[in-house]
């Protein structure tokens, strides 16, 4: 049965950082590409991060470019996402999902999702 289970969110002052943790049972990430989504009360979710699965290229939505890294540890079949200099518009639930496809901004595409971790940015 695969699990992924999210960790790290929390309450934080807008430009604080963090970093979320998504760890992997009955996968293994480095067959999976992974993707970061984040959803806020009465919206759609989103596309936030994602890291294809061989050569480990990554994309980010524009929103969190050049604030957000996406990583990952082979070792420990965990996918990280270090978020700096957050914003109170960063607040959502976060999601990490895995796929087998390359349509890495595409929700619909991932197979499997985790319970999601809660980050609440105050201004």
């Known amino acids: 049965q695969v699990q992924l289970v999210e960790s790290g969110g929390g309450l934080v002052q807008a430009g604080d950082s963090l970093r979320l943790s998504c760890a992997a049972s009955g996968l293994t990430f480095s067959r999976y590409s992974t993707g970061w989504f984040r959803q806020a009360p009465g919206l759609e979710r989103e596309f936030v991060a994602a890291i294809s699965r061989s050569v480990g290229t990554t994309w980010y939505a524009d929103s969190v470019k050049g604030r957000f890294t996406l990583s990952r540890d082979y070792a420990k079949n965990t996918v990280y996402l270090q978020m700096n200099s957050l914003k109170p518009e960063d607040t959502a639930v976060y999601y990490c999902?895995?796929?087998?496809?390359?349509?890495?901004?595409?929700?619909?595409?991932?197979?499997?999702w985790g319970q999601g971790t809660q980050v609440t940015v105050s201004s």
């Open positions: 999902a895995a796929q087998s496809t390359a349509y890495y901004r595409d929700v619909t595409k991932y197979d499997f």
